[in-house]
Antibody, heavy 116, light 110 residues
Framework: QVQLMQSGTEVKKPGASVKISCKAS????????MHWVRQAPGQGLEWVGV????????YYAQNFQGRVTMTRDTSTNTIYMELSSLKSEDTAVYYC?????????WGQGTLVTVSS | QAGLTQPPSVSKGLRQTATLTCTGN????????AAWLQQHQGHPPKLLSY???NRPSGISERFSASRSGNTASLTITGLQPEDETDYYC???????????FGGGTKLTVL
């Protein structure tokens, strides 16, 4: 069965960077686009960007361009998201999601807290 | 960036039918339709339907989606207590080259 296992909670100071991971299993990793979506406390969902695992091509939401980098490792079926120049407003749960028409499978989420 | 518009809350009685709406434009909902997600507190979202009314395996037939112009709808029949939670719509926006979400609707089952 499809499983997306994300890395654990992160606490960072403003201005720092964070890199979180999402390890996929149960399907052909290179065949499906993978997205990152975040959710601030008590707020709605916000799309961060997508990576195409087969070639590594990425597309980022305009709000994150210049601050986000998505990568993948096909040897371990893992995708990564690095967000730099962190601000308090980046405090959120970050989810990875496998796309099959839409966001069909989700990771459990990684809480990133940005606080001085 | 511009998002989709959902009513913040909808209330319906047990075993009744609720219809949630999601309004976008011709670049998103009116183009490829919308996806609907259900999210319980403290859990990741769960996909209910995509491209208007394709249901992933295991999703109850009580959930059905449709679209009219730039507005997508999710209809939930025979409301159950476990249906009381948050619902989000989402669509690919071809002009923004980005996925956009609605702000979410909190469904209350009375």
């Amino acid at each position: 069965q499809v499983q997306l296992m994300q890395s654990g909670t992160e606490v960072k100071k403003p201005g720092a960077s964070v890199k979180i991971s999402c390890k996929a299993s149960g399907y052909m990793f290179t065949s499906y686009q993978m997205h990152w979506v975040r959710q601030a406390p008590g707020q709605g969902l916000e799309w961060v960007g997508v990576i195409i695992p087969s070639g590594g091509k990425t597309y980022y939401a305009q709000n994150f361009q210049g601050r986000v980098t998505m990568t993948r490792d096909t040897s371990t079926n893992t995708i990564y998201m690095e967000l730099s120049s962190l601000k308090s407003e980046d405090t959120a749960v970050y989810y990875c999601a496998k796309e099959t028409g839409a966001f069909e499978y989700w990771g459990q989420g990684t809480l990133v807290t940005v606080s001085s | 960036q511009a998002g989709l518009t959902q009513p913040p809350s909808v209330s319906k009685g047990l075993r009744q039918t609720a219809t949630l709406t999601c309004t976008g434009n011709s670049n998103n909902v009116g183009n490829e339709g919308a996806a609907w997600l259900q999210q319980h507190q403290g859990h990741p979202p769960k996909l209910l339907s995509y491209r208007n009314n394709n249901r992933p395996s295991g999703i109850s037939e009580r959930f059905s989606a449709s679209r009219s112009g730039n507005t997508a709808s999710l209809t939930i029949t025979g409301l159950q207590p476990e249906d009381e939670t948050d619902y989000y719509c989402s669509a690919w926006d071809s002009s923004l080259s980005a996925w956009v979400f609605g702000g979410g609707t909190k469904l209350t089952v009375l």
